[in-house]
């Protein structure tokens, strides 16, 4: 079984998709691939306001690094970019790597993408927590958690950006499912220390995973799941022809 196993894994193993930096700043995104896990989604789902964050914090190094673009005098240079890829909350991420070089010869590494190669990086227990503060309608706060446990300090996370990204899992948490076409639910509990919280995620009919809601939850417990099928049934969930 186990030799099944590796075998299928390493058929299914797809090379890193590799985004323009223009596209990541636009946020232009594609759907990420993966398996069916809470987590994975959950993340998978955050993770574009993130990657935009970090190109952002790369092209201020570089500024820093070699003054504004065009600017004369400076011991170091731009020098383009090249394919590359960081790890935000455990998950392998393309991007492109912003290159300096300096003038004496040699190239000068940037603190923040390699910052971003350490898979220690990420903070379980701050992410769970960010996400029950989305949980409960505390968007603001559980997105700055939740960028904190990517690994973003607070000094760096804007308050415009903040909000941008909860007016997105605001509208997430809201919208209608109805278009979805949604044929199956998976209802996912997590918790890490005292936080816990309950996620359903849905597959759609041509096989699209969509997380569906994030809920608060003290215990894994009935009334929880109540709370959240009541409101999935509201934004449109089908009464039948389900499977959970």
């Avoid at 990086?121 to 927590?129: C, G």
């Avoid at 949980?135 to 446990?149: L, P």
């Avoid at 890490?192 to 608060?216: E, M, N, P, T, W």
């Amino acid at each position: 079984m186990a030799n099944v196993l590796k075998s299928v894994k390493k058929i299914n193993r797809k090379p890193l998709k590799h985004a323009r930096r223009q596209d990541i700043l636009e946020e232009k995104f594609e759907g990420l691939d993966g398996p069916i896990d809470t987590q994975h989604l959950l993340i998978s789902t955050l993770l574009p306001p993130a990657i935009v964050r970090f190109i952002k914090e790369c092209e201020r190094e570089v500024e820093q690094l070699c003054g504004k673009r065009y600017q004369h005098g400076k011991q170091n240079q731009r020098w383009g970019d090249q394919k590359g890829s960081i790890i935000l909350a455990n998950q392998q991420v393309a991007v492109p790597k912003l290159r300096v070089r300096s003038k004496v010869g040699g190239e000068v590494p940037l603190k923040t993408y390699e910052d971003f190669q350490d898979p220690r990086l990420f903070d379980q227990a701050v992410f769970t927590e960010g996400l029950k503060r989305v949980s409960q309608r505390d968007y603001e706060t559980g997105v700055t958690k939740i960028a904190n446990s990517f690994g973003f300090k607070k000094s760096s996370v804007s308050r415009r950006w903040i909000k941008a990204t909860a007016n997105k899992i605001e509208e997430l948490q809201k919208r209608s499912l109805v278009e979805m076409d949604i044929r199956a639910v998976f209802i996912d509990g997590k918790r890490f220390r005292k936080h816990g919280v309950i996620a359903a995620l849905g597959v759609a009919s041509d096989g699209r995973k969509f997380v569906l809601g994030i809920y608060q939850a003290d215990s894994e417990n009935h009334l929880s799941c109540l709370e959240l099928l009541n409101d999935l049934e509201k934004r449109g969930l089908p009464a039948t022809g389900l499977l959970f």
